[in-house]
C-alpha cells in the first residue's frame, strides 16, 4: 500500500504532527492488537493542550479512543468539547467492545480527526454516525493509493495501523519482505556462508522488528540450512516478552530436534508451497502482519505471487565480489526497462554501519 | 581514505560545526582547484563572531587562508589576534603563491585550528613554521585511516580536501566509483537497456557531481553502448560551466563522430587498459579527483588494481526481477564470508524517490 497526502488545508504541518504524535502511540502497541489495528489517539482541549492518550489493547480490550477518553477522565479533565486525533475511521461496530463512534459521541467530544478510513464493511460508518450525532469530523487525512503509473514523489512515513488496513482490504495477512545484502548485491559466499552480513546495531532491530509481528515466515530450505530459532530476543539474547509465530512452509520433514520448535509450541509447519495458501490460513487464525524471511526461494514465490506489500532491504556496507548472485531466486525472463517494476520508498534507517530501506508497493 | 575523529577536547561538537563551516566554503569550489586542494578557511575574532572567510582560487590563485584574511581586511575587520579555523594544516611552500603559513603569521593571527594535516612533503611544516612564530596550533583535528580491521562506528561526513588527499598520499588521482542498480541488484534489464533506472533528481545530481570532478572515466564499449556525452549539464540541458575532462580507456577505437567528442577538445581517450597506467597519465596531468562511470568490465578493472577510494551507490526503488546481473563484472572466485571487504558508509542522501549511498574504503 502506497499512502497520498490529502484533505489537509492550511494547517497541514500542525495536523500532520498530531497524526505523527498519535502513530507513535500506535507504534508502541504494534503486535499486540491482531486481529485489531494497532491505532493511537489523542483528545485536546480547546487551546490544543493534549488532556488524554491511548491505544489498542490486545483483542478483547478496549480501542484507542476508549482509552483515550478514560485517560483523560482519569486526569480529572473534561473531555465535553474537546477534540480526538485518531489514526483510524472510529469503529462503529459492537464486537467484543461497544463502538467506538457512540463512546466519543456519548463523552461530548466536538470535533474527531481521522488519518485512514476504515475499509471493514462490518466496521466502517463511523464518521457518519459522528456526524448525525452533532460531532465535526474531518478524514480521510490520507487516503491508500495503488496507482502504480503516478508514483507518489513524496516519502510518506509508515504508520502503524497500515498493515491491517492491507489485511482488512485484502483479507489476508499484510505480507513485508525481508532482504539483505551487500552493496554488490549478494546475499551470500559462493561457499554458501552468509552470517552477519549487517553488523550488531540491524541484528538488533531485526529482533525488534520481529517482536512488532505475528508471524515471521521461513522454507524448510532455511530450517534446513540454518537451522534458525527465529524467536525476537534482546541484547542479551534473552527472548523478549512478545513473540511471533514462527511459520515453516514447505512440503519437506523438518527435524523434531529443529531450533525453530524450542520454546515449543510457537512453531507451525504448513506443508504448502503456495504463498496465498499459507497465507489463507494464517488469516483464518487472524494474523495480520507477517515478515517473510525466507531465502530467494521463498521471496520469489511470494513476488510471483503478487502478495508482497512491503520489503525491508538491510544492506551492509561491504563488497563480496562473487557470491550467491540473488535476492530473489533467478526468473527466465526476457526483460526491457519498461518491465521495470516501481515501489515506494517509504523510510531509510542509520542502522550503525547499515542501512534500512523499506519500500512499498 | 577512513577518517577517524581525534584530538577533539570538551569543545568538539562546537569546534566540528567550525570545521563543516570551513568545509562549505571548500565545497563550493571542489573542481575548480586541481592541482590544489579544495580548502576553507574562517577567521573569528576573540568573541567567535565571523570575520573573514575564503576559499582555495584556481591553480596560481590565493588559497583559502589568504582569501580570508583579505576578506577581512576588505570589510575592515582587525585580524590580529584572530583564530584561524581551516580544513587543511596551512601550506609553507613557495610555489605560484607564497606559503600561507607565513601570510598568517605575518598578520598577527593569534591561533590556527586544523582539520587534516598536510602530507605532502613540499609543503608540510606550516604547523611548526607557526608555532615557532609564536601562533597557538591546534590539529590535525582528524586523521586518514587504513586500519581494516577496525572499521569506525561513526558515519564521518565527507570533506571537500579528502580527494586531495588521497591523491597526495597516493601519487594517482582520487578514484570515486559510480554505480546505480535496482534494489534487487540489476543495473539493466535483460535486453541491455539501463536508462531511467533512477529519476529525475538523481540524473541532476549526477551532473551537478561531474561537474565537481576534475575527469569522467568510461570504457570504450560505454562508448559504443550509450554513446554518452559526459558532460555536466544544467537543468535546462545546458553545460554548467566547469566541465570535467571526459576520459575514454581501451584499446578499441572509437568512432570521430562520438557524442563525447562533442563539444571538440574536452575528451582524451588513453589506448590503455590498466586504471594504474590511465591514472598515472592523469595525475601527470595535474588530476586529483576522479569518477569513473564505466560499466562492470571497467568497475571490475579498477576494483582489481586496488585503487577505488570511493563508492557512489544510487539505488532506484524497483524491482526488475531478472536483468543484467551484476554491477560488476563477475570474478570467478570462491568466496566465503572471511572475503568479505568493508566499506566505511560517509553519507546517505534521499534524491527524490531514489537514494545515494557514499562509502569510503
Known sequence: MSVEL????????????????????????????????????LLLDDTGRIIGQGATQPAGGAHAEVMALADAQTHGEDVRGSRAVVTLEPCNHTGRTGPCSHALAE???????????DPNPQAQGGADYLRAHGVEVNGPALSPTHKEDEPPTQW?????????LTSAVHLRPHVTLKLASTIDGFIAATDGTSQWITGEAARRYVHEDRARRDAIVVGTGTVDADNPRLTARDESG??????????????????????IHHPPGQALHLREHDPRVVLQEMHSRGMVDVLVEGGPHITKAFLDAGVVDRIELYQAPSLLRAGQPSMIAPVNLSTSMSDIRELNPRQMRVLGRDTLWTLSR
Open 107 to 117: 463523552a461530548g467530544v466536538a470535533r474527531v480527526d481521522y488519518l485512514f478510513a
Open 156 to 164: 510518506v512515513p509508515i504508520f502503524a495501523v497500515e498493515t491491517w
Open 6 to 41: 490529502n484533505h489537509l488545508g492550511a494547517s497541514r504541518s500542525e495536523e500532520l504532527r498530531l497524526f505523527f504524535h498519535a502513530d507513535e502511540l500506535a507504534w508502541a502497541v504494534a503486535g499486540t492488537t491482531s486481529p485489531n489495528p494497532a491505532v493511537g489517539c
Open 238 to 259: 534473552q527472548p523478549m516478552p512478545q513473540q511471533p509465530l514462527r511459520v515453516v512452509m514447505g512440503r519437506r520433514s523438518i527435524p523434531d530436534d529443529a531450533a
